[in-house]
Nanobody, 121 residues
């Protein structure tokens, strides 16, 4: 399973770090993506990390502000979010994909429970 944590309320320009802890499998075998869903909007891919190709992926709207990373010893993936904007407000989910990194929701079969991020203006 995947367990999300780290959300909260922050002012514009602030920072948060989200965590995604895995149990029952290791990240070496999976790509891990972060998605977000704002009220009334579709769930969108934000970032992805995969050991298979060593690359990190970001949607254009978060490039330069968000950083995805992994801690193998803790079997945890992080999403460091800096310079947050009100449009970043959403429920954030991590998800696991047994193939390669993707921003397509249907490619991911295992999901965390989500954590709320609210950015006030």
């Amino acid at each position: 399973q995947l367990v999300n944590s780290g959300g909260g309320l922050v002012q514009t320009g602030g920072s948060l770090r989200l965590s995604c802890a895995a149990s029952g499998f290791t990240f070496d075998e999976h790509a891990i993506g972060w998605f977000r869903q704002a009220p009334g909007k579709e769930r969108e891919g934000v970032s992805c990390i995969a050991k298979s190709d060593g690359n990190l992926y970001y949607v254009d709207s978060v490039k330069g502000r968000f950083t995805i990373s992994s801690d193998n010893a803790k079997n945890t993936i992080y999403l460091q979010m800096n310079n947050l904007k009100p449009e970043d407000t959403a429920v954030y989910y991590c998800a696991a994909n047994r193939k390669n990194c993707s921003f397509f929701r249907a490619d991911f079969g295992l999901w965390g429970q989500g954590t709320q991020v609210t950015v006030s203006s």
